[in-house]
């Protein structure tokens, strides 16, 4: 059912770089509360656009690897699926988000729990920490990878399907983000949770396993195009970001927009003709070193709040975040990005060892 790789294939890439660039929006939505200059306050928006792509890279690239190492499952496979990752992403995520609330309670976002009925909604919604929001949509996915089987059984490897699925997929996206800004500007604003916001990312994932050889052939070969359309949506977006004029409010770059959703499948298409480029070259180093770092992602993500709160304050010295607010984003970046990917290393090398023990413990 399941196939072992051993290599980093696309979806390994566009963890790594999410998971790496998605450490960056809260830094810089920390960084701005320190009031900085209105030029630098530019700098800051232009930054956080251009790792806008967090979300989609990561919905894309669960689904291309999964689909990849499971191109025969069906529903037969979904009891053993979930158990597997019910070990390795539910259990996590239920851990960090009980740390954030029980130990970093001034991380909550819209509002603050203050008894069980909304501790408990807290913990499900995604407002326990900044990021967690990402973690109650991306879920959402692993819970219907069967349907995402499914589809992937469906189109097989017809491009009439494949092509009618793409359009259909597209257009019916575009009339969600209409829908969306309709929703949202009434106060539907838990709608980004939703895995629907993001769907188009994980069908295409799908759609890039089952006619990998065309898909790869034509990023490979247009390149150059696809950083083309990325250029010219970053453009788009901080365009769009300083019209509102200042301060720079982050909440004015939503996902859900045509130059944010043209940006996140450009940076998608270039990540992947890197990932193509280093399989190539036959350039195994690189591609053991994303593959490995891949599958310490997620756990990485779900703690880099913790380690960036611990940063911040640490760092917070003397005159350092008033006087230099881009090298105070370069060191709590940095510094949480190593912090997070060491923790998820250790965390995960310490369980293994716990369990190894409990395995030889003779029982009584």
Same mark, same amino acid.
């Given at each position: ?18 998971? #790496? ?58 009891? #053993? ?270 369980? #293994? ?12």
């Amino acid at each position: 059912m399941k196939i072992e790789i051993k290599h980093a294939d696309i979806g390994d890439y566009l963890k790594v770089f999410a998971c #790496t660039a998605v450490m960056l929006q809260p830094t810089i939505a920390l960084v701005l509360t320190t009031h900085p200059q209105p030029h630098t306050q530019m700098i800051l928006g232009i930054f956080y656009n251009l790792v806008k792509y967090t979300a989609p890279a990561f919905i894309f690239g669960i689904l291309y690897t999964t689909t990849r190492t499971h191109l025969t499952a069906t529903w037969a496979d979904y009891p #053993t699926y979930m158990r597997g990752t019910w070990h390795g992403l539910f259990i996590p995520s239920i851990w960090w988000t009980t740390i954030y609330l029980v130990v970093m309670p001034w991380v909550q976002q819209v509002n603050h729990y203050h008894d069980v009925g909304s501790f408990l909604w807290h913990f499900v919604n995604g407002n326990a920490a900044p990021h967690l929001w990402y973690n109650t949509m991306m879920l959402q996915f692993i819970i219907l990878m069967p349907f995402f089987w499914l589809l992937a059984r469906f189109v097989d490897s017809n491009p009439r399907r494949g092509w009618s699925v793409a359009l259909i997929t597209l257009i019916g996206y575009l009339l969600w983000l209409v829908a969306y800004s309709r929703l949202v500007a009434h106060g539907w604003y838990l709608l980004d949770r939703l895995f629907v916001s993001f769907v188009i990312y994980g069908i295409f994932g799908v759609l890039a396993v089952k006619f990998a050889p065309a898909v790869n052939h034509y990023l490979k070969r247009l390149w150059p195009v696809s950083l083309l359309v990325l250029i010219g949506a970053f453009v788009w977006t901080n365009w769009e970001l300083h019209s509102f004029g200042f301060p720079v409010f982050l909440a004015n770059a939503p996902y859900y927009k045509p130059s944010m959703t043209l940006y996140a499948l450009a940076v998608i298409a270039c990540v992947s003709a890197l990932c193509l480029y280093n399989t190539l070259r036959n350039n195994e180093r690189t591609l053991r070193v994303f593959h490995y770092l891949a599958n310490y992602a997620y756990k990485a993500y779900l703690s880099n709040i913790f380690w960036l709160q611990i940063v911040w304050h640490l760092s917070d010295r003397g005159t350092l975040h008033q006087a230099h607010p881009l090298l105070t984003l370069l060191l709590c970046w940095v510094s949480t990005w190593i912090l997070s990917f060491m923790s998820a290393v250790g965390i995960n090398t310490l369980w #293994t060892k716990v369990k190894n023990l409990r395995t030889l413990t003779p029982a009584n």
